[in-house]
């Protein structure tokens, strides 16, 4: 099993491009989320879902679109990047989001000029 | 605001030496997980105690958990310069609609060989 795939590794955007980020997994996970990592901030959770064609907000939501239209996929969007956007993301699945582990991609890095 | 708080930021030791790593939080929870997360790398799971649970162990590792004090520490013993990585405590307050882990800022552990 592969796991959790996350594309792209990097990616540089000017401020307004929007752009996808996609994550995949093999799992048969229920639960799918999405985090940020920023220096001295932790992981901060933006969008989680539930199964497929449910999804919630998590703490900092603004700025960023989820759909889970499949139990394997868990896309991204950035609408309008901006600078603040610049972070590294994770997506993370569980069995169950339930009090299960988390498996975590290897994360995208993004840029915003 | 974080509901996770690591303690130490950082941490030196010697390798064959032991690393505590302490995590407090503010509210009532459900489990709480540890992560390690190399340099570049997702963050991968170690353990996971539940509220009603006080001690746990895998392998070379030793969780705690004091709900009254709301804090949990994280024992690896005998460390290797491999253990060097970020290690992360996460919070989950719920078992119910979807894990919505709170992760802290992290200690870096660093082992000299």
Redesign the interface.
């Known amino acids: 099993n592969a796991g ?1 795939t996350q594309t792209p590794k990097f990616q540089v955007l000017k401020t307004g491009q929007s752009m996808t980020l996609q994550c995949a997994q093999d799992m048969n996970h229920e ?1 799918m ?1 999405w ?1 940020r990592q920023d220096p ?6 933006i969008h ?3 199964g497929a064609g449910i999804t ?1 907000q ?2 900092v939501p603004n700025g960023y679109n989820v759909s889970r239209s499949t139990t394997e996929d868990f896309p991204l969007r950035l609408l309008s990047a901006a600078p603040s956007q610049t972070s590294v993301y ?1 997506c ?1 699945s ?1 069995r169950n ?11 995208t890095r993004l840029t915003v000029t | 605001s974080q509901q996770g708080e690591e303690d130490p930021q950082a941490l030196s030791i010697q390798e064959g030496e032991n690393a505590t790593m302490n995590c407090s939080y503010k509210t009532s929870i459900n489990n709480l997980q540890w992560y390690r997360q190399n340099s570049g790398r997702g963050l991968v799971h170690l353990i996971l105690i539940r509220s009603n649970e006080r001690e746990k162990h895998s392998g070379r590792l030793r969780v705690t958990l004091d709900t009254s004090k709301k804090s949990s520490s994280l024992l690896i013993t005998a460390s290797r310069a491999a253990d060097t990585a970020s290690y992360f405590c996460a919070t989950d307050l719920t078992e119910t609609s979807g894990s919505r882990l709170t992760f802290g800022e992290g200690t870096q552990l660093t082992v000299n060989p």
């Open positions: 959790v639960y989320s985090y001295g901030m932790g992981l901060r959770l989680y879902s539930v919630d998590g703490e994770f993370a569980s989001g339930r009090g299960s582990p988390l498996h975590f991609g290897n994360g």
